[in-house]
Nanobody
Framework: QVQLVESGGGLVQSGGSLRLSCAAS????????MAWYRQAPGKERELVAT???????NYADSVKGRFTISRDNAKNTVYLQMNSLKPEDTAVYYC??????????????WGQGTQVTVSS
């Protein structure tokens, strides 16, 4: 079983920065793609950014040029550097990871979420 632990959320003023981290723990698997999603109040969860094990990256249009996703494969950790934050970035941010087990099975896991609030 994969466990994802997120950290780094908080309250920041518009134009500020935050860095989110998400570490995957467990055994018997290799992490393939990792991603960040977010869900604002009253809205559906949306994809923010993804990164494959080979570091192929994609961003939502709304965060391009402001957010940077990266990962440390040795630590099974994914990061989201968020710059030039806007009030509309306020949401609960969720980490997501795809795990390929050595047994040949596959799983997709979510973190518990971390609140990011951007004040105007």
């Amino acid at each position: 079983q994969v466990q994802l632990v997120e950290s780094g959320g908080g309250l920041v003023q518009s134009g500020g920065s935050l860095r989110l981290s998400c570490a995957a723990s467990g055994s018997g698997f290799a992490i393939s793609a990792m991603a960040w999603y977010r869900q604002a109040p009253g809205k559906e969860r949306e994809l923010v950014a993804t990164i494959t094990s080979g570091s192929k990256i994609n961003y939502a249009d709304s965060v391009k040029g402001r957010f940077t996703i990266s990962r440390d494969n040795a630590k099974n950790t994914v990061y989201l550097q968020m710059n030039s934050l806007k009030p509309e970035d306020t949401a609960v941010y969720y980490c997501n990871a795809e795990a390929l087990y050595y047994s040949g099975t596959y799983g997709k896991y979510w973190g518990q979420g971390t609140q990011v609030t951007v004040s105007s």
